[in-house]
């Protein structure tokens, strides 16, 4: 499976505040599972080696399944992995920001985040994470219980509309986030197989 584009944009739109609730302009890199970029946004006043290092970092994540602090670890001179980094034309990262997404067990993707200092980018990555595991519990639970279809150019926003009138309609008050994250995992478990 591939991240749908909407689930995409969603996850950029998580590290962007992020990044905003500490100050710091970043690149975010989301890869999909082999490691080609799928989606990127360059905030304002973030330096300009930073999109590289953010594709590089999806990459690595994707391409090898594992955060790139780890294959830092594993890289150093008496690791498995030494010398690693001098493979594909120098897109290996061996510091932290880029990690792994995964859906049912297998990596789909990755977001590689870079602009900060390393501990920055890997708090910016966090929510992230945390939010397409949400998406992915939910997308189980929709995968049982609704139906739509996908069809004309617009169905995300109407998604999203009838989703939060459902939810109003039952008393159940969502913000914005929360909506997102429902709105994701109805999409996940559309695409997922």
Same mark, same amino acid.
């Given at each position: ?5 909407? !689930? ?5 739109? !998580? ?5 905003? +609730?500490?100050? !710091? ?6 890869? =999909?599972?082999?490691? /080609?970029?799928?989606? @990127? *946004? ?8 930073? /999109? ?8 690595? /994540? ?10 830092? /670890?594993?890289?150093?001179?008496? %690791? ?18 880029? #990690?792994?997404? &995964?859906?049912? $067990?297998?990596?789909? $993707? ?5 602009? $900060?200092? *390393?501990?920055? +980018? ?5 929510? *992230? ?12 639970? #929709?995968?049982?219980?609704?139906? @739509?279809? &996908? ?19 039952? $008393?159940?008050?969502?913000? &914005? !986030? ?5 709105? %994701? ?5 559309? @695409?997922? =197989?």
């Amino acid at each position: 499976m591939r991240i749908p584009y909407p !689930v995409a944009q969603m996850l950029c739109t !998580v590290a962007e505040a992020a990044a905003r +609730d500490i100050g !710091v302009p970043i690149a975010i890199a989301l890869a =999909d599972e082999e490691g /080609s970029l799928q989606s @990127f *946004v360059r905030m304002n006043g973030a330096l300009p080696a930073s /999109s590289e290092i953010a594709s590089s970092k999806a990459f690595t /994540s994707a391409s090898l399944r594992m955060p790139t602090h780890e294959v830092g /670890s594993l890289a150093r001179p008496e %690791g498995i992995l030494y010398g690693i980094q001098n493979t594909h034309g120098g897109k290996i990262i061996l510091f932290g920001g880029g #990690f792994p997404l &995964r859906f049912r $067990g297998k990596v789909v $993707g990755a977001i590689g985040i870079s602009g $900060g200092t *390393v501990e920055q +980018d890997m708090q910016v990555a966090e929510p *992230v994470i945390q939010t397409f595991g949400e998406m992915e519990r939910w997308s189980e639970h #929709f995968e049982k219980t609704l139906t @739509f279809s &996908r069809q004309g150019g617009d169905w995300v926003h109407q998604l999203e509309k009838n989703l939060a009138f459902s939810l109003e309609r039952e $008393g159940l008050a969502v913000n &914005r !986030v929360e909506l997102q994250i429902l709105v %994701g995992g109805v999409i996940l478990a559309a @695409f997922g =197989d």
